[in-house]
Antibody, heavy 120, light 112 residues
Framework: EVQLVESGGGSVQPGTSLRLSCAAS????????MHWVRQIPGKGLEWVSG????????AYAESVKGRFTISRDNAKNSAYLQMDSLTTEDTALYYC?????????????WGEGTLVTVSS | QSALTQPASVSGSPGQSITISCTGT?????????VSWYQQHAGKAPKLLIY???HRPSGISNRFSGSKSGNTASLTISGLQAEDEADYHC????????????FGGGTTLTVL
């Protein structure tokens, strides 16, 4: 059974940083691209960033480009999202998700999310 | 404002069929067959229902079907059941300047 478990969320002040982690199990991690998607409670989903299995292709939404950095460690079956220069608009539930197949097409497994609150 | 446009809400009675639309542009739905649909029950993570416009992952009921015409994709749920009450989100690959994956704002389905 595929499991994705996010951690690292919390309540921080604007301008500070957080690093989210996603621990994966139940599938061959180094065969799939991984993504981060966020959701303001009660609102729609927003794709944030994705990384291919070998880290050769990385993509970001314009809203986080230059501030967020995605990475992965296949030896640890983990993906990460380093979030710098946080603003109140980054407040959301952050999901880690596994690509179904290919790149930037569909996400077939999701974690339960980790909540990030940015407030002064 | 979301890049893909969905109705905020739809409703139907048990046993009926409903369709949720998802309208994009030539930079996403109109050009690429990488439309996905996700179901999200309250307080839960999204679940993939449809990928590549009309394909169902293993384990997804054939009551769920997807299609596309021009810049608009659609999700049809037939034989509505109480357990179908949830939020539904569409997404598409995008060649826009601001993102590679676009989502709709989500549609709340109420089973009357």
């Amino acid at each position: 059974e595929v499991q994705l478990v996010e951690s690292g969320g919390g309540s921080v002040q604007p301008g500070t940083s957080l690093r989210l982690s996603c621990a994966a199990s139940g599938f061959r991690f180094d065969d799939y691209a991984m993504h981060w998607v966020r959701q303001i409670p009660g609102k729609g989903l927003e794709w944030v960033s994705g990384i291919t299995w070998n880290s050769e292709n990385i993509a970001y939404a314009e809203s986080v480009k230059g501030r967020f950095t995605i990475s992965r460690d296949n030896a640890k079956n983990s993906a990460y999202l380093q979030m710098d220069s946080l603003t109140t608009e980054d407040t959301a539930l952050y999901y880690c998700a596994k690509e179904h197949s290919g790149w930037l097409m569909s996400l077939d497994s999701w974690g339960e999310g980790t909540l990030v609150t940015v407030s002064s | 404002q979301s890049a893909l446009t969905q109705p905020a809400s739809v409703s139907g009675s048990p046993g009926q069929s409903i369709t949720i639309s998802c309208t994009g542009t030539g930079s996403d739905i109109g050009t690429y067959n990488y439309v996905s649909w996700y179901q999200q029950h309250a307080g839960k993570a999204p679940k993939l229902l449809i990928y590549d416009v009309s394909h169902r992952p293993s384990g997804i009921s054939n009551r769920f079907s997807g299609s596309k015409s021009g810049n608009t994709a659609s999700l049809t749920i037939s034989g509505l059941q109480a357990e179908d009450e949830a939020d539904y989100h569409c997404s598409s690959y995008s060649s826009s300047a601001t993102t590679y994956v676009v989502f709709g704002g989500g549609t709340t389905l109420t089973v009357l």
